[in-house]
């Protein structure tokens, strides 16, 4: 049974005046919504990779960029040019000139012109930086990583978070080489060395995942032991420092000694050398000339007798100071002597 309301008095709703837009307007709204989901912008750092349904289907390049509105392309915008990195055994707090930092024996530090002061309230990363070197020695090994990326592709789809699982490789592959080094090198010699092959293996780990992850740097920071040995340790490592104190002082003293000795030998054995060869070709040439004189002699003895005396007399008289020839005839030989010059000589 149909039941009439009585409409009279009633009042009547007016017609709405919109009504033929409706339809423009919704167009409008879809338009202006497919436009915000239709372009997007990449960033001179960046690349992005699209999907479609979720499966991937290219890059772009940076700039002003189109892809399918409403949800049905996606778009992942990820930086290949910038350099991040991973701290491990502290964190920066705020990076800058006056640094702060939370280290493992500190909330927090701060480092202002390379100087550090320390407020100790905790030790939260000891778990990632404790490790045990190869003569089963403890070290505490602060150190970052940095890393590009180089393939964005397999960064985004390959490897589920990328970060967690850098974080983990870099820290099994440093316990690995540490567990490989003593703790001497570990401190002092083979920091470089061990920089150089965690960075080779960390790096043949990413790819072997195709991470698609390329390291730039393997840096260590600061290696120490642990606080409960400090003491112990230091007292090793002066001892260690005043042996090598004596011994280079002896390798000094030594280097300063034995060459002069060597030189000195060698000296007089080169000297004794001389001379003994000097005596050799006088011997040699004194024999060579008696017989010149004696083949001279044979073919001419009167000449040959008077050449050597009067070569002997050539050879004495200039040493014997003034020579006086006197006659037969003269008395006194008085007043042919020079006695001024003879007194003289004496007085000087």
């Avoid at 100790?120 to 990326?149: C, H, K, R």
């Avoid at 960064?155 to 820290?171: D, K, V, W």
């Avoid at 920089?195 to 992850?213: H, N, T």
């Amino acid at each position: 049974m149909d039941i009439n309301y009585p409409r009279e008095g009633m009042p009547k709703m007016p017609p709405f005046a919109f009504g033929p837009f409706i339809g423009p307007i919704l167009i409008l709204v879809v338009v202006f919504a497919s436009l915000n989901t239709l372009f997007y912008q990449i960033g001179p750092d960046e690349v992005g990779v699209i999907q479609r349904f979720g499966k991937y289907t290219r890059k772009t390049n940076p700039g002003l960029q189109m892809k399918l509105p409403f949800g049905i392309e996606t778009v992942k915008k990820i930086k290949v040019t910038h350099v991040f990195k991973e701290e491990f055994g502290f964190r920066t707090v705020t990076p800058g000139v006056r640094t702060i930092y939370m280290g493992r024996d500190d909330s927090f530090s701060q480092r202002v012109g390379g100087r550090q002061t320390r407020s100790s309230t905790g030790d939260p990363f000891m778990d990632e930086s404790l490790m045990l070197t190869g003569d089963l020695n403890m070290a505490v090994v602060e150190w970052i990583v940095q890393y590009t990326i180089k393939n964005p592709v397999q960064y985004a789809f390959r490897i589920r978070n990328p970060q967690e699982t850098i974080r983990n490789m870099s820290e099994a592959v440093m316990r690995l080489v540490i567990g490989d080094h003593t703790i001497n090198e570990v401190l002092t010699s083979g920091r470089v060395e061990i920089q150089q092959e965690v960075e080779k293996k960390l790096q043949e780990l990413l790819d072997d995942y195709g991470s698609g992850i390329q390291i730039s740097n393997v840096i260590l920071q600061d290696v120490t032991p642990p606080n409960e040995v400090k003491p112990s340790f230091n007292e090793v490592n002066e001892a260690r420092q005043e042996k090598e104190k004596v011994i280079n002082q002896a390798w000094e003293e030594y280097n300063r000694v034995i060459p002069r000795a060597k030189g000195q030998a060698e000296q007089k054995i080169r000297e004794a050398e001389g001379y003994a060869l000097e005596r050799i070709n006088q011997a040699k040439g004194d024999g060579d000339r008696f017989t010149l004189a004696w083949e001279a002699y044979k073919m001419a003895p009167v000449v040959t007798k008077r050449r050597l005396y009067l070569e002997t007399v050539a050879k004495v008289f200039p040493n014997l100071g003034d020579l006086l020839v006197l006659d037969y005839s003269q008395k006194g030989v008085l007043p042919l002597l020079d006695l001024k010059k003879q007194e003289g000589a004496k007085e000087s």
